[in-house]
């Protein structure tokens, strides 16, 4: 489960971080109106102020959900229309984004999955490695709810290196599939 609330709290500091990241790596000459640090602390300001972040002080003392329903406070006033397109983004459509992002990363622990990933005869037994491998990209083929990666990843109770195979030979053939 630690995994599962890593990936959440990597998840939604991606969502949080892009777009204010490559304002702040751009800088005062992508910026036409000079307002770029005054838009930067105004937007850390209001995170601040939802009481969610840094969401490295915030993590360890509360459920993702409550920082979830933390940020649903995220308010960010408008600021004089002479902004350039890079300081006047939504910057609340911004987080909220960031935040279903997130509500739709994890879908909790799937007992299929866990079920399969539990050897049953010996590890060499084909049939058990064709269970557990994703279908046409999909972990959630064999499963009674629909879920992703994320899911399959966390629920997994076979043993890791067995684990690591069944990814490698997905990407390969992603990589292959792609190209």
Known sequence: MN?????????????IWDKIGDLLERGHDACKC???????????????????????????KNSV??????????????????????????????VARARRITMRYFDGLCIDCM???????????VDYWRQLE????????????RH????WYVSWCGRDEHKQKLLERHRALNKHSSS
Not at 3 to 15: E, F, I, M, V
Not at 115 to 125: F, H, L
Not at 148 to 151: K, L, Y
């Open 34 to 60: 000079r307002h770029w640090a005054t838009t930067a602390g105004h937007y850390f300001a209001a995170l601040v102020h939802t009481e969610a972040y840094p969401l490295e002080k915030t993590f360890s």
């Open 115 to 125: 079920d399969r990933s539990r050897p049953k005869r010996d590890n060499t037994d």
């Open 134 to 145: 994703s279908v046409d990209g999909r972990w959630d083929a064999k499963c009674r709810i």
């Open 148 to 151: 992703d990666e994320p899911t």
């Open 65 to 94: 959900n409550d920082i979830l329903t933390c940020l649903k406070k995220f308010d960010m006033p408008a600021q004089a229309t002479s902004l350039c397109r890079l300081c006047l983004t939504d910057w609340d459509d911004e």
């Open 3 to 15: 995994h599962a609330r890593g990936g959440l709290k990597t998840c939604l500091h991606r969502g």
